[in-house]
């Protein structure tokens, strides 16, 4: 392969290695240091980052508030607490060698607000921000705030122009660089616009050199494109490192990272990604972000299917097509249902699934009791840990609702993302993975089990495997 020379990024001389950024705890600060320590960028989450007690144990983020606006200012102290805890402990773990990032999404609750409580109490131990899942005009101003690079995520030319003309011009100096993240490979939230089928990938050295060209006509030439999603070894995409139409460009790695002895998940997680078969790893729609996403088609992702696939309209009148009644609800109103499905809606309440929930389309779906106590019961729970969530109809708008009913086909996000960070379920959780996952069981370097350091992962990484 190609000799992999070293990049600037942030303004620090590194290698073009840079670990991605997962949100609440899966990247923490002994990871993103340690990435750092070796001499490449190390990420750590600005998503519900933990804290730490005086022993080194997590502490657990507790809820006391009477509403949910009480529960999301608590979310906020715990976040931006959090954040710093982690700044200060990555900084101090990297030695002054590589670069720290922190990564955030737009679509989180009170971004902003956290994004500026952690760079408050962090300047001169961070180098720069990562932030996607929505998109992020307003970043390039608080980088520029704070004198700290910013790098959005974006999955298309067309979204970086917007950006672009409507915020970044303004702050071209501080834009470090371009992530690009393929949307039918990477893990976590995709970025799919209204024309893209998740069904039918794209190439994505298209669509980067598309990027390019669109960066090179505003001047932006010098600006490195960071390939993420699907990026498993640099060597097969050693034609990209001095191909005009893509470089200057480095490369993120959000899943390899994972299994890594640094790498704060548990010991279940590490031994589960050994075993994911190409085809496990699945593009969904249940996020309650209204995102496509991509994770691990387990225990948790199958009964969310089953949910949207015990479901049927309804209307709130009787008419010649829907025309038997149903009793919903605690008082027990009536809608109305075609006579094909309610015998479906007889044989799912034969099976078990007993209570029906509406969703904002005027459907019913069927689960059961227990299932139901659970989804009402977390909808109840809702700390706001987006901007507006189509689980529990929170918003962070005055209103405090998103004006539609909330939504049972969806799920917590917040309470999934903290059982698998924190525990060792794996398989009634939420299991975000890139869809190079599989590659764990196929690649010679984790033969046997073998887990490696990070310092040893980067540098195979580097010899462009």
Known sequence: MKSLNSIKISGREVLPIIEGGKGVSVTNW????????AGAVGTFSGVNSDSYDDNGKVIPQKYYGKTRKEKHEEMIKYSITGGITQAKKAYELAGGKGCLHMNVLWEMGSCETILTGILDETKGLVNGITCGAGMPYKVAEIADKYGVYYYPIVSSARTFRALWLRSYH????????????????????????????????????????????????????????????GVWWISEFEDWLDDKEIAPVAFQFGTRPLLTKESPISDAWKKRLMTIKKGDVVINKFSPTGFYSSAVNNDFLKELTSRSEHQVPYSTEQTAEHSEDFKTGVVGNPVFLTKEDRKKVSDWQNQGLTKALRTPDSTLIFVSEEKAKEILADQAGCIGCLSACLFSNWSQ?????????????????????????????????????????FRFGEDEFYKNGFIPSVKQLVDRIATGF
């Open 30 to 37: 002994n990871s993103s240091g340690a990435f750092a320590a």
């Open 170 to 229: 303004k702050h071209k100096d501080l834009l470090g660089g371009v992530v690009y993240e393929d949307p039918w490979q990477a893990g976590g939230h995709n970025g799919f616009s209204n024309d893209e089928s998740p069904d039918i990938p794209q190439n994505p050295r298209e669509r980067v050199a598309k990027l390019r060209a669109q960066m090179n006509e505003f001047g932006l030439q010098n600006v490195p494109i960071i390939m993420a999603g």
């Open 397 to 437: 708008r005055e209103s405090g609702t998103t004006g539609r009913m909330a939504d049972p086909r969806s799920f917590c996000i917040q309470k999934s993302l903290q059982i698998i960070s924190h525990t060792s379920r794996t398989e009634d959780v939420l299991m975000f993975s890139g869809h190079n996952a």
